[in-house]
T-cell receptor, first 113, second 111 residues
Framework: EADIYQTPRYLVIGTGKKITLECSQT?????MYWYQQDPGMELHLIHY???????EKGDLSSESTVSRIRTEHFPLTLESARPSHTSQYLC????????????FGPGTRLTVT | GQNIDQPTEMTATEGAIVQINCTYQ??????LFWYQQHAGEAPTFLSY????GLEEKGRFSSFLSRSKGYSYLLLKELQMKDSASYLC????????????FGKGTHLIIQP
């Protein structure tokens, strides 16, 4: 059982608010990822990190930002939420060896009204 | 870039066998994954192929042909709980190990 956590699980918020989606893993994985998934659609990589103080943008352009100050923590922030940000956000992590399996957190379903 | 194609939806009968195909066109390739995702839940890892051939794990098997850009996931002795979306994903050659996902195949199991 993978130990990767996301909070909140569900969030409904008004336009213009600043929000932070939390992601933590206790497996000591150095690589972490954020994916965005609209209903019935594929997952798109929006951010990733090789390790502490490393952050990179993914394939899908996103107005969100991330930080990686501690190995286990990889929060995602939206400075000013808009309805177009309504989606599911999935956090994942992997170790830099073996099969590179990515373990996913339960996701945060965000609705911006 | 990556382009991954898989059928949108398939239907199968409990106890039967189903094969879900995936084709990909990629600028780089460093492994192919299959994930299972139940509605509203996170994807869970099923299999990983980096070399040509068949990988078997219980009721699930996955096959890869790199020259054809083709993979399939084979599910045997289908159970009702196998109703889910099955995601094909390709890992690129970059150091980040980020995955590019297909849209997923929604598998419906009928009694």
């Amino acid at each position: 059982e993978a130990d990767i956590y996301q909070t909140p699980r569900y969030l409904v918020i008004g336009t213009g608010k600043k929000i932070t989606l939390e992601c933590s893993q206790t497996m000591g994985h150095d690589k972490m990822y954020w994916y965005q998934q609209d209903p019935g659609m594929e997952l798109h990589l929006i951010h990733y990190s090789y390790g502490v103080n490393s952050t990179e943008k993914g394939d899908l352009s996103s107005e969100s930002t991330v930080s990686r100050i501690r190995t286990e923590h990889f929060p995602l922030t939206l400075e000013s939420a808009r309805p177009s940000h309504t989606s599911q956000y999935l956090c994942a992590s992997t170790a830099s060896r073996r099969t590179y399996e990515q373990y996913f957190g339960p996701g945060t379903r965000l609705t911006v009204t | 870039g990556q382009n991954i194609d898989q059928p949108t939806e398939m239907t199968a009968t409990e106890g039967a066998i189903v094969q879900i195909n995936c084709t990909y066109q990629t600028s780089g390739f460093n492994g192919l994954f299959w994930y299972q995702q139940h509605a509203g839940e996170a994807p869970t890892f099923l299999s990983y192929n980096v070399l040509d051939g068949l990988e078997e794990k219980g009721r699930f098997s996955s096959f890869l042909s790199r020259s054809k850009g083709y993979s399939y996931l084979l599910l045997k002795e289908l159970q009702m709980k196998d109703s889910a979306s099955y995601l094909c994903a390709v890992r690129d050659e970059g150091g980040a190990d980020g995955l590019t996902f297909g849209k997923g195949t929604h598998l419906i199991i009928q009694p």
